[in-house]
């Protein structure tokens, strides 16, 4: 797919979060990773992991966006 496309896919996936309501409130940090993460012009997929803050430690990450705590993992 065209990034362009896997960018508004992301965008979408960042609305329905900022909507909210149960289970949706309970998302803290969305954590992007793969092809997409590394800047390749059409990616496969757009690889991202739904996280909760919890006692266990997450990998370092830079975070992109202001929306949500959207991030990019390499």
Do not use: H
């Amino acid at each position: 797919m065209k990034r362009a496309r896997a960018t508004s896919l992301l965008n979408d996936m960042l609305d329905r979060l900022e909507e909210g309501g149960w289970p949706l409130d309970l998302v803290d940090e969305i954590l992007v990773f793969g092809s997409y993460a590394r800047g390749v012009l059409e990616p496969a997929d757009v690889d991202v992991i739904q996280g909760m803050y919890s006692s266990m430690s997450l990998p370092k990450c830079r975070i992109i966006g202001s929306r949500v705590a959207l991030s990019v993992c390499v």
